[in-house]
């Protein structure tokens, strides 16, 4: 499974999901994202919630989407992340 993110690439998003997924992370820009996300075979990306309706204005009703909120510590200050996940 492939996974990727948009201004979210630190380094604890790779070290909790690499040994999961068995792939590396693809660091995006909002251009590229609708790209990779419609590509073939499962996959997921991590983005922060405030740009999900303007990269995805039409989200696949098929994918599943996870929202959270917590702290960046090493940026400090918050993040409000979402996840969107297309199944195979």
């Known amino acids: 499974m492939e996974f990727g993110a ?14 999961k997924v068995g792939g ?16 073939g075979g499962s996959r997921f990306i991590v983005l922060p919630t405030a740009s999900v309706a303007e990269i995805f204005p039409n989200i696949d009703p098929s994918w599943r989407s996870y929202h959270t909120k917590g702290f960046n510590i090493p940026k400090g200050r918050g993040a409000d992340l979402t996840m969107l996940l297309k199944p195979e």
């Open 6 to 19: 948009v201004d979210f690439t630190e380094p604890s998003l790779v070290w909790y999901f690499r040994d």
């Open 24 to 39: 590396f992370m693809t660091s995006l820009k909002h251009k590229d994202a609708n790209e990779f996300m419609g590509r």
